[in-house]
C-alpha cells in the first residue's frame, strides 16, 4: 500500500483489504527502522477494530511494515 501522509495502520489494513475470518488479528505488528536497526510494535487490530480503542493505532511512516499473521486451527 502506498505511504500517505496522516496514514494509521488501521488506514493501511483497510486499503489493503482489511482482514478476514483466517486472521490472528490480536497478533498484528508494524515493523519500523530506526537508527538501532529494526523495532517491532506489537498492534492490538482485535481492540481496535472491536472495541474503539485506538492506542496502538499508530500513524505510519515511510517503510513501515504491517504484518497479521494467519490465525491457527
Known sequence: VPYRQGMTVLDAVL???GT???AASDRTELY???GAGTRAYAIRLDRILQKGDLSTNYEAQPG???T????AF
Not at 497479521?68 to 490465525?71: A, T
Open 32 to 34: 519500523r527502522k530506526d
Open 15 to 17: 486499503a489493503a483489504g
Open 68 to 71: 497479521v499473521p494467519e490465525r
Open 64 to 66: 513501515d511494515v504491517i
Open 20 to 22: 478476514n475470518e483466517f
